[in-house]
């Protein structure tokens, strides 16, 4: 544990983050996993939930969570899946 307020600060903020990006990338990935569920299973909702994936997806890139290459390459294969 550090002794240096400032460094104890880091540390409190640093968990905050953490846990919000972990949340966040694990909400992306459940959207990607409900949409290859019901596009598998043909369910009328597959649009809706691939468009909700595909957002998910943008904004975890966007706060680089993931890399955009990889982000692109999960919305392709979602996408092509889909038709």
Known sequence: MPN???AIKRVKTTQRKDAA??????DMR?????AKAAIENNADNK???????????????KNNLIHS???DRIKSSLMSKAN
């Open 4 to 6: 240096i307020k400032s």
């Open 21 to 26: 990006n972990i949340s966040q990338k694990n």
């Open 30 to 34: 459940s959207a990607v996993k409900a």
């Open 47 to 61: 649009g809706e939930l691939v468009s909700l994936a595909v957002k998910k997806i943008d904004k975890a890139s």
């Open 69 to 71: 290459n990889k982000a």
